[in-house]
């Protein structure tokens, strides 16, 4: 069966999400989105920490990785069927899952920040620590999950190479694309 698109929800009110791997900068970018936007910002891994009252690296330790991942599909499945004009900031395995994929997929902007290999590795010593699928791998482990996962991100609406810009300049990047397709599929409307 084919990918069920909601049509009652208005372009511009549906949900932006950003997906992509660990580390390409999806949580920081959402978070100028939201601010350029006015709209509020949810990052799922934030929120799971929240609800849990612990870092995602302590989840995966206490609780295993499937608890965290079916903590991911709950939160993400509910936010998508219920809400609107939020941004919301994905883990970086959460489109592994189908159901996650489709829901988004269905029900908002689904937007890839896509970087490549050479500028990813650079940023390794950054996330390291907090990221416990980095945990224990080679480099060259690394870079075997990081092509294995590409092709799982290329489901999306649209998507931005983000080598070389700056946060402020990609977030920047999305809007213009965002507010394109909004002029063009959805001119009538009065909303944001
Ligand atoms: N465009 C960028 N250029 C340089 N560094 C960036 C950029 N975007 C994010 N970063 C840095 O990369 C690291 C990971 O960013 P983060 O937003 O947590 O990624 P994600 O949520 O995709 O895992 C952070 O230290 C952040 O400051
Ligand atoms: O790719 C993954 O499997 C994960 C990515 C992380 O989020 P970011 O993509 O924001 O780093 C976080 O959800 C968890 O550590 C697992
Ligand atoms: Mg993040």
Request: with cysteine; glycine share 6%; proline share 3%.
């Amino acid at each position: 069966m084919g990918l069920q698109i909601n049509n009652d929800i208005p372009l511009r009110e549906k949900n932006i999400v950003l997906i992509g791997f660990m580390g390409v900068g999806k949580t920081t970018i959402g978070r100028h989105l939201s601010d350029k936007l006015y709209r509020d910002f949810i990052d799922i891994d934030q929120e799971i920490e929240k609800l849990h009252g612990m870092p995602v690296p302590k989840i995966f330790e206490s609780m295993g990785e499937q608890a965290f991942r079916q903590m991911e599909k709950e939160f993400i499945t509910k936010l998508c069927r219920t809400t609107r004009l939020k941004i919301i900031s994905l883990g970086g395995g959460s489109f592994l899952q189908e159901e996650i994929k489709q829901v988004c997929l269905a029900n908002s902007i689904v937007f890839y920040l896509d970087l490549s290999w050479d500028s990813w590795k650079d940023r390794l010593q950054l996330i390291m620590d907090s990221r416990p699928v980095l945990q224990n791998k080679s480099l060259e482990e690394i870079e075997k999950l990081f092509y294995s996962r590409q092709s799982i991100y290329e489901a999306n609406n649209s998507k931005v190479s983000t080598d070389s810009l700056d946060p402020e300049e990609i977030a920047d990047h999305i809007i213009d694309t965002i507010k394109l397709g909004w002029e063009l599929y959805d001119p009538a409307s009065d909303a944001f």
